[in-house]
C-alpha cells in the first residue's frame, strides 16, 4: 500500500493536470490514426508517416506520467524496487522519446509558419541533451551518486515536459492577443518554454534537491571520536 504526503498528492496532481493537453491530446491523435473518429485538427505529416509520431506520443506520455511519480519521496522510501522499475522504463522511454522527436524533426517537412531554423536547431540540440542526460543518470546511479542522478533525471524531465508548457504559453498567447502566433514568433515562445522548464529545474535543484543529499550525506558520518577533538583543539 502506497501512503504519500498530503503536499506529495498534491504535487502529482499538479503534474497530471499539467500533462494533460499534451499527453491526453496525443493519445487522442494516436486513436485517430488508428482508425478512430476525427477529433483534432488534420496533421499531413501524421498521416503520411503515421510511425514516428505514434511511437513519439506513447513514449512521451510514458516519460511525462510515469516520470512524475519518480520524483515522490514516498515511493523511493517505501516502494524502492517500484522506483527502480519505473526508473528503467522511463529511461527508456525518454530516449525512444527524444530520439522519434529528433526524427521528426529532422525528416518531417515543415513550413516556416510551424518551424523555423533557431527552433530546429534547439529541438536537435535539446532531443539530443535528453539522452545525454538520461545516461547521465543511469551511470550516476550505478555509481551511488544520488545528487547527480536526480538533477540529470530532472533536467531530462524538464526538456520532457516542453509540450506541456508550450501549451500553457500558446494558449495564454491566444487568451492574450486573440490569435495564434505563427513564424518566428512562434519559434521564440516554444523556445521560451523550454527555457522556463529549464530554468525551474535548476531552481528546485538548488533550493531542494541538493539541501536533501547533503543533509542526508553529513548525517550518514560515523561520529567524531572525542579524542580525536581533544587533540585537535
Request: glycine residues 8%; charged residues 10%.
Amino acid at each position: 500500500m502506497i501512503s504519500l504526503q498530503k503536499t506529495e498528492w498534491a504535487v502529482l496532481g499538479l503534474i497530471l493536470v499539467y500533462s494533460f493537453i499534451p499527453a491526453f491530446g496525443g493519445l487522442i491523435r494516436v486513436l485517430e490514426l488508428a482508425g478512430g473518429p476525427q477529433i483534432a485538427p488534420v496533421n499531413p505529416r501524421a498521416l503520411l508517416a503515421p510511425t514516428p509520431i505514434i511511437v513519439h506520443i506513447l513514449s512521451s506520455f510514458l516519460f511525462c506520467i510515469v516520470g512524475a511519480v519518480q520524483f515522490l519521496p514516498s515511493i523511493r522510501r517505501q516502494h524502492p524496487t517500484t522506483h527502480r522499475i519505473n526508473g528503467r522504463v522511463i529511461a527508456v522511454a525518454g530516449c525512444v522519446s527524444a530520439l522519434s522527436g529528433l526524427w521528426m524533426t529532422h525528416f518531417y517537412v515543415f513550413s516556416e509558419a510551424l518551424q523555423g531554423p533557431a527552433l530546429y536547431w534547439v529541438r536537435i540540440v535539446l532531443g539530443t541533451a535528453m539522452i545525454g542526460l538520461i545516461f547521465c543518470a543511469v551511470v550516476a546511479i550505478r555509481a551511488r551518486d544520488i545528487f547527480q542522478h536526480g538533477a540529470s533525471m530532472l533536467r531530462a524531465y524538464a526538456i520532457g515536459q516542453g509540450a506541456s508548457t508550450q501549451a500553457v504559453v500558446g494558449i495564454a498567447w491566444i487568451i492574450t492577443v486573440g490569435s495564434e502566433a505563427m513564424g518566428p514568433l512562434r519559434d521564440g515562445l516554444m523556445i521560451f518554454a523550454w527555457v522556463l522548464n529549464l530554468l525551474v529545474a535548476e531552481i528546485l535543484i538548488r533550493s531542494m534537491l541538493r539541501p536533501a543529499i547533503g543533509l542526508r550525506s553529513s548525517s550518514s558520518l560515523p561520529p567524531t571520536p572525542r579524542s580525536t577533538l581533544r587533540r585537535e583543539t
